[in-house]
């Protein structure tokens, strides 16, 4: 079924573009949400009409796009989350998380316009943002444990270098600790 988006569907298409859809998609969602109308020849006559007229706008938004686009060209966000001791974050980082990140550093962007899958543990990802149907831009997404600041690590690296002689992660050095509160543990439980 041929169809005329009436508005931006990411993974579908931009909107004024004429698009194939399985007729219960097309009848059952786009149409009666707005989101659609049937692409006849008249609609398609119509459709000719506005881009005509709308040409001078649509440049002006494509423009703009671009504009965004730059701005958000060099930022790179990292977003502290609460982690388990496998590395797994407690919830996942959605588009929604990204589009506050980038809201709190100043730049309104609406999450339905970011493309990302969820993250769900520490490390390094990319978010897409797509400002228009040829603009969009990649933002560079770095999930770091909430309880391991950058100033910890390093003062952790250097307490035992200064006792061991050797560098050590502050991840090896957490789960050393750890072990260590468990033996203490086991040692308790079998004293009793």
Known sequence: MEIILKEDIIGLGYKNDIVDV?????RNYLIPKGK?????????KV??????????KLAAKKAEAEKKAAALENVALEISVKVSATGVTYGSVTAATVAEELEK??????RKIITM???????????????HKEVEVKVPVTVVA?????????????DTEEKTGKTVD???????????????ADDTKTAE
């Open 117 to 131: 899958r969820d993250i769900k543990k520490v490390g390094e990802y990319e978010a897409t943002i797509h400002f």
């Open 22 to 26: 399985k007729r219960g998609y097309g």
């Open 47 to 56: 459709l000719a009409e506005d881009m005509k007229q709308q040409a001078h």
């Open 105 to 110: 550093k100043g730049f309104a962007v609406d």
């Open 170 to 184: 502050a991840v090896e050095t957490a789960e050393l600790e750890q072990k260590e509160s468990v033996e203490e």
């Open 36 to 44: 659609a109308v049937i692409a006849s020849e008249s609609a398609k």
């Open 146 to 158: 909430e309880n391991a600041p950058k100033a910890e690590v390093k003062s952790d690296k250097v």
